[in-house]
């Protein structure tokens, strides 16, 4: 990716530990929540396979339900019917806790695995969250080979779902897809499907951005938008920063260390509208300086630091120091 160059800061020596924390931290953060359901479906003579498939996919579209009932913010009806309608997508990591058949049904409860943080940001009202500040991309069309007819508003509208896609962005975001049927997979009845997009931006922010995702299912055509919408969800998370901006936190008295990757985890997880918090360096006087990047602006991000509670610490003394800037103390 090719981006335009940052401010460069100083860092101490200290910022290295606290950058090994926050990797560790990032890196051992679970997303994904197991949600158990269960579904039936009839089954005639010689039928049972088929039954056992249509019992399993409306134990997974149950189970995304449960989560999406489950999420604790105001959520956008056409939004989570665009959800719902790729319920593979967003289950595609289950396993089958218990089978029972019997000569007219069977019936199947399952365990499956739903990344709670990204399907909270992808459902929840933008109008009800956070504040506005960068337009995000204009969007510039996609075109596409080897793939199934893509309807653009598919792709489009979950991209503005995210924040990604905006009717007064001032840089224009162009998709190119790439679709291959990998084939069969060996011992099973499944088959795989590859999907790549290339992302470029035409205007104020030059960028190139490659994601590549695989898809699995019985037919080669559903594989396929697993792995698509697979991808439409990765890229908005590689381009969430260029989108919307970012913000400076700076946090006093940020020790012990761990402390900052529990805080940096919240934000994450649990603020709508943060998509990214990274260690950007430590300051003269021994502040923490973390960047934040998504759609919120200061304001409402003081807000939510206000309304949040941590294990262990707790925030005090906020202040905006400007648009882009906020100050905490840990204590």
Same mark, same amino acid.
């Given at each position: 990716?090719?981006?335009?160059?940052?401010?460069?800061?100083?860092?101490?020596?200290?910022? =290295?530990?606290?950058?090994?924390?926050?990797?560790? &931290?990032?890196?051992?953060?679970?997303?994904?929540?197991?949600?158990?359901?269960?579904? &039936?479906?009839?089954a005639?003579?010689?039928?049972?396979?088929?039954a056992?498939?249509?019992?399993i996919?409306? $134990?997974?579209?149950?189970?995304?339900?449960q989560?999406?009932?489950?999420?604790?913010?105001?959520?956008?009806?056409?939004?989570?019917?665009?959800?719902?309608?790729?319920?593979e997508?967003?289950?595609?990591?289950?396993?089958?806790?218990?089978?029972?058949?019997?000569?007219t049904?069977?019936?199947v409860r399952?365990? $499956?695995?739903i990344?709670? #943080?990204? %399907?909270?940001?992808?459902?929840?009202d933008? &109008?009800?969250?956070?504040?506005?500040?960068?337009?995000?991309?204009? =969007?510039g069309?996609?075109?596409?080979?080897g793939? #199934?007819?893509?309807?653009?508003?598919?792709i489009?509208? #979950?991209l503005r779902?995210?924040?990604i896609?905006?009717?007064?962005?001032?840089?224009?975001?162009?998709?190119?897809?790439?679709c291959?049927?990998?084939?069969?997979v060996?011992?099973?009845?499944?088959?795989?499907?590859?999907?790549?997009?290339?992302?470029?931006?035409?205007?104020?922010?030059?960028?190139e %951005?490659?994601?590549?995702?695989?898809?699995?299912?019985?037919?080669?055509?559903?594989a396929?938008?697993?792995?698509?919408?697979?991808?439409v969800?990765?890229?908005a998370?590689?381009?969430?920063v260029?989108?919307?901006?970012?913000?400076?936190l700076?946090?006093?008295?940020?020790? #012990?260390?761990?402390?900052?990757?529990?805080?940096a985890?919240?934000?994450?997880?649990?603020?709508?509208?943060?998509?990214?918090?990274?260690?950007?360096?430590?300051? &003269?006087?021994?502040?923490v300086?973390?960047?934040?990047?998504?759609?919120i602006d200061?304001?409402?991000?003081?807000?939510? %630091?206000?309304?949040s509670?941590?294990?262990?610490?707790?925030?005090?003394?906020?202040?905006?120091?400007?648009?882009?800037?906020?100050?905490?103390?840990?204590?």
């Amino acid at each position: 990716m090719r981006r335009q160059h940052r401010p460069t800061r100083t860092f101490r020596h200290g910022a =290295w530990a606290l950058a090994v924390v926050l990797s560790l &931290s990032s890196s051992a953060r679970v997303d994904a929540a197991p949600i158990e359901a269960s579904a &039936s479906a009839s089954a005639s003579a010689g039928e049972a396979d088929r039954a056992r498939d249509r019992a399993i996919s409306a $134990a997974r579209k149950a189970a995304l339900e449960q989560a999406i009932a489950g999420i604790d913010t105001p959520v956008d009806a056409d939004a989570v019917k665009q959800v719902l309608g790729r319920a593979e997508a967003w289950t595609a990591g289950y396993r089958v806790l218990e089978l029972r058949s019997s000569e007219t049904s069977v019936e199947v409860r399952i365990e $499956a695995e739903i990344d709670l #943080p990204r %399907l909270r940001k992808r459902v929840a009202d933008a &109008s009800a969250g956070a504040g506005q500040r960068p337009a995000g991309f204009a =969007w510039g069309g996609l075109r596409s080979t080897g793939c #199934p007819a893509i309807a653009e508003a598919g792709i489009r509208d #979950p991209l503005r779902a995210y924040g990604i896609v905006a009717a007064n962005g001032e840089t224009t975001l162009s998709l190119a897809i790439a679709c291959t049927d990998r084939g069969a997979v060996t011992h099973t009845r499944v088959r795989a499907a590859a999907v790549e997009i290339v992302a470029t931006t035409a205007g104020a922010t030059k960028l190139e %951005l490659r994601v590549a995702t695989q898809g699995f299912a019985e037919e080669p055509g559903a594989a396929t938008q697993i792995a698509l919408d697979r991808a439409v969800a990765e890229l908005a998370d590689a381009l969430a920063v260029e989108a919307r901006g970012d913000l400076e936190l700076r946090v006093e008295r940020p020790w #012990p260390a761990a402390r900052v990757g529990i805080l940096a985890d919240s934000l994450r997880q649990a603020v709508i509208g943060v998509d990214l918090v990274e260690l950007a360096g430590i300051a &003269s006087d021994g502040s923490v300086v973390l960047r934040v990047g998504g759609r919120i602006d200061a304001a409402t991000l003081g807000r939510r %630091l206000q309304e949040s509670s941590f294990p262990g610490f707790a925030l005090v003394g906020l202040r905006v120091d400007g648009a882009h800037a906020l100050r905490v103390r840990m204590q």
